[in-house]
């Protein structure tokens, strides 16, 4: 597994993640792999596109065309 070494941490910083750690019940080794490892996939674009089309798929299909949307608004008027 590879390693990653962070320099220069502001000491506030620090703070914070030790807190955050022990709140979550980790070490702070461990809080700042879960963060490095959930933010990592945060922008992955395969997920997404995945997430969308169940989300898609579980949507009921929209076959409503504009113009009779239009048509409807104008007659109810």
């Not at 990592?40 to 997920?47: A, E, Q, W």
Request: proline share 3%; charged share 40%; no cysteine.
């Amino acid at each position: 597994m590879a390693q990653l070494l962070v320099r220069d941490l502001d000491e506030k910083t620090v703070a914070r993640l030790k807190k955050r750690a022990k709140a979550n019940g980790r070490s702070l080794q461990a809080e700042a792999k879960r963060i490095l490892e959930e933010s990592s996939t945060v922008f992955d674009i395969d997920r997404i596109r995945e997430d969308l089309a169940r989300l898609r798929a579980s949507l009921p299909p929209q076959t409503t065309d504009s113009v009779d949307l239009i048509r409807e608004d104008r007659d109810n008027r």
